[in-house]
């Protein structure tokens, strides 16, 4: 009887067992594909460090740069920039409601000085290069027209500012009435910046995207404004719904490459929409892409051949495109992160190594390709081969919300990565958190 009774419990796991991995694969599997599993867990190995920066408000990160001492050339640390909504913890000196936030700290993330940026209504900083004089430059979305903009006039849009090595504002200027979504230092010192026009800049009567480069007056000192050297607009023809630049690289032939949303589809729907130029900005090619909503580019970078590749969202799925800017963009690859039944990934930074694509974003898809480990949205990184072969992946977070929005190599030599981004846990790989969303710092390897 005994016997029977033990070969009944063994009989029953297996039909439970069966059953669980029907279920499973009901989720996850569409018919005729396979689903890659390449999700690990987080280990201590990988997650080299983090840090939490903010106030008892919603606090958020942007943009990430290496800080260089002007004299040697060394890293002395990593610039910042996103906004800051709160007034205590690591922010003093906000002017009320969102402030762009500039913050610089040590390679071991430990923060070295603070700056808020802007007046009382809502700022947000958008994107921040270093500059050769140890400071830096950071492109803001200012909506205020008092206090550090009180003299820019009644919308201020796009403005740069200047923040010198020791985090004090040199300069803030406005450029246009548009919103800056991403900046890049540009080959011959300049910096390139993305993102929409609002109506009253705007070629079409639409808002539309832009890029729009700067570079240092020769005749002036280096504390002076940048001047315009390019100024574009990207889009379809009148009575559309407009453009938006979320990314933007230069290519080997001195021209851009910017990645965004067109929502000029008959219902508005957004699609991955791609714009090669000419080094003087003329645009050479574009590219549209869909397979459901929301379809938007958030990234794009060179790859060492000299094409690009771009990565977003198409439906529910992460994306990663090469594309050819030689060839009117040409797709070369495309490389596709399938979500479960619920939820989503999205990459919204990329880079590529002399031998990878690393991509970071974030997950809310816990039967997917890249499975969230915490709970609510994680922050995902990614590791691509050349060829588009998907190489490893990983999540990090807590229970709540965490996403990385910028990613740069580290520069201690080894293959560990910096990302910026928010979270909203405050358990998990999360600790230090202020209160409500904070600006994420996270040192990772891959």
């Known amino acids: 009887m005994k016997l029977f009774q033990s070969f009944g419990i063994v009989l029953l796991l297996i039909c439970l067992l069966a059953s669980c991995k029907k279920v499973q694969q009901a989720d996850d599997l569409q018919p005729g594909k396979v689903l890659y599993r390449s999700s690990k867990p987080v280990a201590q190995s990988n997650l080299i460090w983090q840090k939490c920066f903010g106030s008892s408000s919603n606090d958020d990160g942007s943009s990430i740069a290496v800080a260089k001492d002007p004299a040697t050339g060394a890293a002395t640390g990593y610039f910042f920039v996103g906004t800051a909504g709160g007034n205590d913890g690591n922010v003093s000196g906000n002017h009320g409601l969102n402030d762009a936030w500039v913050v610089k700290m040590k390679l071991d993330g ?182 459901g909503s929301p379809d938007i580019g958030w990234g794009v970078t060179t790859a060492p051949d000299g094409n690009v590749v771009a990565t977003g969202r198409m439906g529910s799925n992460m994306v990663v495109f090469k594309l050819n800017p030689s060839n009117k963009g040409a797709t070369i690859w495309q490389t596709n992160y399938l979500a479960g039944k619920f939820g989503g990934i999205t990459g919204f930074s990329i880079l590529c190594t002399s031998q990878d694509c690393i991509i970071t974003g974030s997950t809310t898809s816990n039967r997917g390709e890249i499975k969230e480990t915490q709970g609510g949205e994680d922050l995902i990184l990614v590791k691509l081969g050349l060829d588009g072969t998907k190489k490893s992946s990983y999540s990090f977070g807590g229970t709540a919300n965490d996403r990385g929005k910028g990613i740069i190599p580290s520069v201690d030599g080894t293959t560990a990565y910096i990302v910026l981004g928010y979270t909203n846990s405050n358990n998990g790989d999360v600790s230090g958190n202020h209160g409500q969303s904070d600006v994420w710092a996270v040192k990772l390897s891959l």
Do not use: H
């Open 110 to 291: 430990t923060l070295i000085w603070q700056l808020p940026i802007g007046g009382s209504n809502y700022d947000y900083g958008k994107g921040v290069v270093a500059t050769d004089d140890g400071g830096c430059i950071v492109a803001i979305d200012g909506r205020s027209t008092d206090g550090e903009f009180s003299t820019l006039g009644s919308f201020p849009g796009l403005v740069v500012a200047k923040v010198s090595s020791t985090g004090t504002l040199v300069w803030a200027k406005r450029y246009n009435s548009g919103t800056p979504n991403a900046m890049i230092k540009t080959s011959d010192g300049g910096v390139a910046i993305t993102g929409y026009l609002n109506e009253a800049d705007a070629v079409d009567p639409q808002e539309s995207m832009f890029l729009i480069k700067l570079n240092p007056d020769p005749n002036a000192t280096t504390d002076q404004p940048y001047l315009i050297s390019l100024n574009k607009t990207y889009g379809f023809p009148s009575g559309t719904n407009g453009e938006t630049g979320y990314a933007v690289c230069e290519t080997t032939a001195k021209g851009f490459v910017l990645a965004g949303a067109s929502y000029s589809s008959a219902n508005s729907n957004p699609r991955f929409y791609v714009v090669g130029t000419a080094a003087d900005g003329t645009e050479a090619w574009n590219r549209l892409f869909e397979d």
